[in-house]
């Protein structure tokens, strides 16, 4: 299913009568926000890839290229709704409201990956593969139990957006969990960000038949969408989220796109992929194509500066302030392993005490 050509333009190859209504919604004010979000996420990503080969971050997951899934996925959301992210999504954590400070201590290495969930209804990121394919059904399936959907109220009822890449579903948990999904009718909205490869692993090798057939297969209601067309994603994730809100079944969205840079800093896709087929895909790039729409709906150079002014301030502000950010206190490793006091953790912490108090009566 598509809405915007690769040219910007408008077109309806695929869709149906229920997600052209949604795709509808996405009016110039709408499509502007997009853009700027898209442009802002692509700013922070290239400035954070830097830092990171500056020595300032451990590790980094570029998120180049996947900008229209994520923000058309995110726009589509209500506020009352949830995500359960894997460690690509740096569109929809923006968009959920986590501080760059969060994102960047994770990565830095001085925290252990906490940012308020509950405030951004934005989970922690999860790097076991597909692992948060269960943790979503479970978290919805709670959620509902206690009564927060199912009662057909669109602007109130929850539903909770679970994301995986290609990859992740050759993992046992993301079918299991559709399953459940399925059967236990649980608020639950799967997207699987098909980017073409599971580090140096096509995703040909995944799945010979397109993926959302296999959701498909488990009894989801289930599209398959151009995923650099963030219209597309828009209408697809809002159209099954609503549908999960009021307790009419879990939907799955395939949003086929390309990961154009490295799968992380400690990669080199040169290694194992031709430059021919990124070129291809930068043709097909979501930023360019809502820029060409944008343009076509009249909007002037004046926006796209002003979009370009705030990217470069965000980066600055970045640069300037990863440095000030505080170092953990090295007993906090020991804090938010287990709710209740453990005794092996217990006994670990005891001696980092004495090993750090030895090393202060001898260097002061
Ligand atoms: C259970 C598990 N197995 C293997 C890995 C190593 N690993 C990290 S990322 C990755 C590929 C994941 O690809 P995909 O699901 O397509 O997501 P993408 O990284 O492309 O967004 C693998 C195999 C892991 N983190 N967890």
Not at 155 to 171: P, Q, Y
Not at 269 to 276: C, E, F, G, L, V
Request: hydrophobic content about 40%; proline content about 4%.
């Amino acid at each position: 299913m598509r809405f915007l050509d690769e040219q910007g333009a408008l077109t309806s190859s695929e869709a149906n009568e229920s997600c052209a209504e949604y795709a509808a919604e996405v009016d110039e004010q709408l499509l502007r926000r997009c853009y700027e979000e898209m442009v802002l996420a692509r700013s922070f990503d290239s400035s954070a890839a830097a830092l990171q080969r500056q020595g300032e971050l451990a590790l980094w997951v570029p998120n180049i290229g996947q900008e229209g899934c994520q923000v058309g996925a995110a726009l589509a959301l209500r506020d009352q709704d949830w995500v359960v992210p894997s460690y690509r999504e740096l569109a929809i954590a923006r968009i959920r409201g986590v501080p760059w400070q969060d994102i960047i201590a994770l990565f830095r290495g001085t925290s252990h990956g906490a940012w308020d969930w509950r405030a951004t209804r934005f989970h922690q990121y999860t790097l076991v593969i597909g692992a948060q394919a269960s943790h979503g059904v479970g978290f919805a399936w709670g959620r509902a139990l206690d009564g927060a959907s199912g009662h057909g109220d669109r602007e109130h009822d929850e539903a909770v957006l679970t994301c995986f890449g290609d990859g992740a579903t050759s993992e046992g948990a993301v079918s299991e969990a559709m399953v459940f999904a399925a059967s236990f009718s649980t608020p639950n909205v799967f997207l699987c960000q098909n980017n073409g490869w599971a580090i140096s692993v096509p995703s040909s090798v995944q799945a010979s038949a397109p993926l959302a057939e296999r959701a498909r297969g488990f009894g989801l209601a289930a599209y398959r969408v151009d995923g650099n067309d963030p219209i597309a994603v828009y209408a697809a994730v809002r159209s099954l989220m609503d549908r999960a809100r009021k307790g009419e079944g879990p939907g799955f969205v395939e949003a086929v796109t390309f990961r154009m840079g490295a799968h992380t800093s400690s990669d080199d896709p040169t290694k194992y992929r031709d430059d021919d087929i990124v070129q291809r895909w930068a043709r097909r790039d979501p930023i360019l194509r809502v820029r060409r729409r944008l343009i076509a709906l009249g909007c002037g150079q004046e926006f796209f500066s002003e979009v370009d002014d705030r990217a470069a301030e965000e980066a600055s502000q970045l640069r300037s302030g990863i440095r000030a950010l505080p170092d953990p206190e090295s007993m906090d490793m020991f804090r938010n392993v287990y709710t209740e006091p453990h005794p092996l953790v217990e006994a670990e912490a005891q001696w980092m005490r004495e090993y750090l108090a030895e090393e202060e009566a001898h260097h002061g």
